[in-house]
């Protein structure tokens, strides 16, 4: 009987061998796999639509109605856009995100846009403002038209309109060459909320405040892009991106508090990005093969 056992264990030895690698040969890392970590950086062009801005502060509190506003893209210069120390300047992106189920992931990231109130703007002033702010301003307004002049008046967020947002993303594959290993196509569908950071310069009644920090209200946003990656391990992602911001109270004055601007506005953006997939715990590269 021991001989026969021992016979049958010779025989099948190769049989689990041949087997587990047959299992292994089978299964491979895909992008959206349970396990996979991932993280990009990229460059951004955005649009906004028209808002109310109102402006509250000591002596004032008026609203311009139809303002419209701009992004301010860098020109591409390759001392800038390469540059570790300048590559924050233009409009960029930046994300990692972790997938926690198959094909489903959650990140955090950090959209760099810039929001500039144009110049000449047609837009119908309504609101008060006193005589204290200065004779040139003084009065009571009722949609009364008017058209913006930045030399005496200019409200920015240049140095950052920063939404610092958490996405949950749906990710499937749609075309793979060498079953993904050289190349693939994955779509990527999500959704975003999160707070937004002001950086804001504002000049009125021949005052100008240069870089008023404040977290200034919060965004809720959706997500659609294509995610073209290369050796499993390295992709480019272009996405379009729109949602609503509601900047509650941005800061206008440093020195005072209770000088602020506030709007509510629709935004779209265009990003394209350079990232990474790490698989630090795969459950189908043979993780989850069977342990004879």
């Not at 960029?92 to 489903?104: L, M, S, V």
């Not at 967020?157 to 990710?171: A, K, M, P, Q, V």
């Not at 079953?179 to 950071?197: D, H, Y």
């Amino acid at each position: 009987m021991k001989n026969c056992v021992i016979i049958l264990l010779l025989f099948a030895t190769p049989l689990v061998a041949n087997a587990q690698k047959k299992y292994k040969r089978k299964k491979s890392k895909v992008s959206y796999a349970q396990g996979t970590l991932f993280g990009y950086w990229g460059y951004n062009r955005s649009g906004y639509t028209k808002s109310n801005l109102r402006f509250v502060g000591p002596g004032y509190d008026f609203t311009l109605q139809g303002a419209i506003a701009n992004d301010n893209p860098e020109k591409f210069n390759a001392s800038v856009y390469f540059n570790p120390n300048k590559i924050t300047i233009p409009q960029f992106n930046a994300r990692i995100g972790y997938y926690f189920k198959d094909h489903w992931a959650i990140s955090l990231g950090y959209d760099h846009m810039k929001y500039i109130l144009a110049d000449n703007n047609q837009v119908n002033l309504s609101g008060t403002i006193d005589a204290s702010v200065g004779a040139q301003w003084e009065g009571t307004y009722s949609a009364e038209p008017i058209t913006t002049n930045k030399k005496l008046f200019h409200y920015e967020n240049s140095d950052g309109l920063n939404y610092l947002r958490f996405e949950l993303t749906r990710t499937d594959m749609l075309f793979n060459v060498g079953g993904n290993e050289w190349f693939a196509v994955s779509s990527n569908l999500g959704v975003g909320t999160g707070g937004l950071l002001s950086f804001n310069d504002f000049k009125f009644a021949g005052e100008e405040d240069i870089r008023t920090v404040s977290l200034s209200g919060y965004a809720l946003s959706a997500h659609v892009g294509v995610r073209l990656e290369f050796f499993r391990h390295f992709f480019i992602q272009p996405t379009f991106s729109g949602g609503m911001n509601h900047q509650v109270k941005v800061r206008t004055r440093l020195n005072d508090p209770s000088s602020y601007a506030r709007h509510a506005y629709g935004y779209i953006m265009f990003d394209t990005a350079i990232g990474f997939l790490l698989y630090v715990r795969p459950t189908n590269a043979c993780d989850s093969c069977p342990v004879w």
